[in-house]
């Protein structure tokens, strides 16, 4: 039969070791790249350096059938693959709100220099718009003379904790190529011929278009999440009930249900990140009016944290100092193990820095949580965390959470009130038991 393509991927954190293990599963030769060694000897081993449901098992069972490797070494990468997929990471800038490409730069500098076979490079990361076209002319002017060498741009759209179904089925493929394109589009729909085959739609645009879906897609999630949360506050002054308002809402199928869970708002490592980086490289552009409402929606899912330290801060009499807190959650959502601006470790951090003794559980994110910040208390249970409480915030709506007996709390916390920071609890039932019950958005 015809000899498949061999990829490799540019970057192993959560999106390219995601790919890699994936792209493996699909029954391409992968090989893995990243510069940090103690990532490739885990990823190597079969061990996820992070948490993500689902995808030991296809990097156990590709490692195993011989599909998957990993590297640090560029020649190695260089020489073995037809398509490289960068995955690097794009993090906020320490000084600014734009995107830090550095890494982004840095890939495709160790690479370019090595390419001595036809060759397409795909990006993934999610990028400022331009940012491509920059990297097309870096990668055209580094590679060897005459290098048969192109660079298009597919943006990634998974999500943590569903990693692998959404790379493996994903709602749609995009992919950007640049003008005068001639291999990129075929190669990206050998790549993806069996998600093609299933019916996924495959676009085509130029790199900009490509670059901007994603951030597009994102700056709209954040901003449905932010529409409802702007309700929830209304609600709250107006003594109605934004659960109920969402729902009905969410029967009208132009606006549809997902997304728009009121709470304590959103966080990770993409969204808040990337409005901003939106907006900044929107300044650069000089369009900054299309986009100064995304810093409406920062500041709103900014606000849902004060109130809800303001709502605990209530129920405890006015100040924390002294108290005793339970937290229950430290991952941005649950499912993860990533705290990068979790709502609920910044509220957990700010109550403590008000004075009161805050101890957190959560089921992935303890050791995460506890790195970046070693001055919290930390329990190994959810119980042990509640223990003594004045009061219990619940700021990740981790299943364990959902389904807790507000009996079995209520035995061990000093006095029995929570805030339900994601409006992951049935009131009434908490009530029932005894519990003084506090939630965003609701009466
Ligand atoms: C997001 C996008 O969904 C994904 O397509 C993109 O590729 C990367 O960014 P992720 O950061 O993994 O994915 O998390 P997501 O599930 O989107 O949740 C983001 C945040 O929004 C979480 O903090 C979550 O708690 C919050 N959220 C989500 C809400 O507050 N309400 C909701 O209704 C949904």
Redesign the pocket.
Known sequence: GQQRLKISVIGTG??GATHAACMAELGFDVLGIDVDQAKVDSLSSGRLPFFEPGLEEVLARNLAAGRLRFTTDYAEVAEFADVHFICVGTPQRADSNAADLSYLDAAVDALAPLLSRPTVVIGKS?VPVGTAARLAARLAGTAPAGADVELAWS?????????VE?TLRPNRIVIGTAPGSRRAEAVMREVCAEQIAAGIPFLTTDLETAELV?VS??AF??T??SF??AMAEVCEVAGADVIKLAEALSHDDRIGG??????????????PK?IRAFMARADELGVEPALSFLREVDAI?QRRRARTIDIARGLIGGSFSGRTVGVLGAA???N?D?IR???ALDVAATISSLGARVTVYDPEALENARRAHPGLGYATSMLEAVRDAEVVLLL??WAEFRDADPDELAKVVAQPRIVDG?NALDPEQWRERGWTYRALGRP
């Open positions: 959560y999106l999610t943006p990634e759209f998974l999500r943590e904790g569903y990693g959404d994603k897609a994102n999630l954040a449905k999440i409802i949360n997902k997304f728009l869970g009121p709470g304590l708002g959103f966080g990770g490592g993409c969204l990337d899912n941005f959502k649950p993860s990533d601006d979790s709502p990740t709506e994601r």
